[in-house]
């Protein structure tokens, strides 16, 4: 199997991509690829801010690290939801109800935007 | 009743109008040798004239005491006796620069003979030249001795007016580098130290040493003074002549002599009467605000001012005094972080203000003015204040440069909000759902 499928990877590697987009499309549950979606939108965000703290000014440093913290403390916490709630990942939590698993990352992501709102000034 | 109690009155303030008084004191010891007491009567006229008590001792005496139960028992000594080789047991080169630093003011005359005199001489960074050889000039030509010298002391200095040819015979001295000496007359150009029976022989002998060992020249002073770090003045006089009545009587080009007026000027000096200042007071404060705050703020604004008085002999008191020109304010941690001009304010006199940005630097800072110009009392202020960064609400807040974080902030609570509605609403959905199935 491996001599066959390496040289048609060579050969095409668009169609790997769209392999992998068809495969997700049909393989992921709807929750699934929302958390996603959440998930990449905190990632562009978070570029943007590293971008024009890069490329601008890091002037209010605080509103920097707090904007871009918000960012990577959120994708921290919604990537744990979407570890603790896949189907595939059960045996992993047998104890983790995907309540309960919510429940944590609500109360985590209050807390993070509390922080988040002090430190922004 | 009236005119008894005030006629009295009258003539004290009278009295008080006439006489001349010193800022720092009326009381003088002279010492001097009974025998030489009439050579200088003209002199001590002057200054009981000027309203000075003088006290006269002989150098062995030791009555009246110098200093008594650690006090200082005079506000100044003059001391005439030159050539004495001993002194009673409290006057000692130690024992008078112990005097100056509790703020006693000398005036000592030297000679060219080797005294104790001659080694405190050394402790004010005098450097005389070797014993026996005073200074001489064969110009200009004249029926006096050699040693005995008419200096010309036309052009006016810090301490003395322009003046008549001053006599002088005594020994010259070079100044050490020592920032407190201040010259006041110095050696003709064509004068030098030496034996006066050699004559001119000590001048070949130093061209053949390359000029080594020669003291020559206007670089020496026949007068310098010396202001001390506690405010006291010292005045070195080549020689006790200077003061005598024979040189303050003597004609000069058949003019009289400067003896007179250089005697006056010099002991005004000396005793603290002229270019004496004071720093009468300093504030500081925000601008718009007139109380001196505790702490400042970095980059405060703030006005510092200062009341500066010069002593006027003639009424014994300090008026508010606005000449000074090159004052300066610096606002010091370790180093001046900021150094500005103080000028004097136009319309208020002895006033000196400036309006400052405070340095973007906190910590413990002072405002010091150090004045220090020869001949003039030396001016020294320091005030300490702090300098703090702004309180937590004193910074600006929502700045335009920030808007992309607040906005990366609250897009992402915003969306948490959403996300999580959206989760449960999908989570009550697919639970009925799992009902509906169950049920089916």
Known sequence: MPPKSAPAANA????????????????????????????????????????????????????????????????????SLRSQVNPENKNEFKDVSPER???????????????????LG | MLSFYSLPLFFLSLAGLLHAKSSDGDSVLVLVENAHKKDF???????????????????????????????????????????????????????LVEIVSGGTNLLIGLSPKQTPLSSLAAEFSLVLPPPGTPLISFFPERKDPVSVIPIDASLPSTILPAMSPVWFSG??????????????????????????????????????????????????????GFQAAGGARVTWLGGVDMLSDKFFKKQVSKAKSGNARFAREVSAWTFQESLVLRIDSTTHHLVNSTTPEEHYTTNDNIVFTAHISRFHPKTATWEPYSGIKDLQLEFTMLDPHIRTALPAVAGSPGTYSVTFRAPDRHGVFKFV????????????????????PPRHDGYPRFLSAAWPYYAGAISTSVAFFVFSAAWLAGESREGKKAKGGKAQ
Not at chain 1, 20 to 32: E, F, G, I, M, P
Not at chain 2, 63 to 92: G, Q
Not at chain 2, 174 to 196: K, Q, T
Not at chain 2, 370 to 387: E, F, I, M, N, Q
Request: proline share 5%.
């Open chain 1, 101 to 119: 698993a919510f429940a944590d990352f609500a109360l985590g992501s209050i807390v993070l935007h509390f922080f988040v709102f002090n430190f």
């Open chain 2, 41 to 95: 009567s003209l002199f001590f006229d002057d200054l009981k004239e000027q309203g000075y008590s003088l006290t006269f001792r002989a150098p062995k005496d030791e009555k009246p005491a110098v200093v008594e139960y650690d006090v200082p028992a005079f506000s100044h000594i003059i001391i005439l006796a030159s050539e004495s080789k001993n002194f009673a047991k409290d006057i000692t080169p130690q024992s």
């Open chain 2, 171 to 224: 020994v010259p001295f070079a100044h050490g580098n020592n920032p407190r000496l201040v010259p006041i007359l110095h050696a003709p150009a064509e004068s030098f130290a030496a034996d006066s029976q050699g004559g001119a022989d000590v001048l070949v002998d130093a061209t053949e040493k390359g000029g080594e060992g020669l003291w020559a020249g206007s670089q020496l002073s026949v007068a310098s």
């Open chain 2, 369 to 388: 003015v150090d004045y220090k110009r020869k001949g003039w009392t030396h001016l020294h202020s320091s005030t300490t204040v702090a300098l703090v």
């Open chain 1, 12 to 79: 095409a590697p668009s169609s790997a991509v769209q392999t992998l987009w068809k495969a997700y499309n049909d393989s992921t549950s709807d929750r699934l690829k929302f958390i996603d979606a959440f998930l990449v939108f905190l990632m562009l965000s978070g570029i943007v801010q590293f971008a024009y703290c890069v490329l601008v000014t890091t002037f209010p440093y605080n509103a920097f690290l707090s904007g871009f913290g918000s960012t990577v403390g959120q994708f921290v916490l919604t990537a």
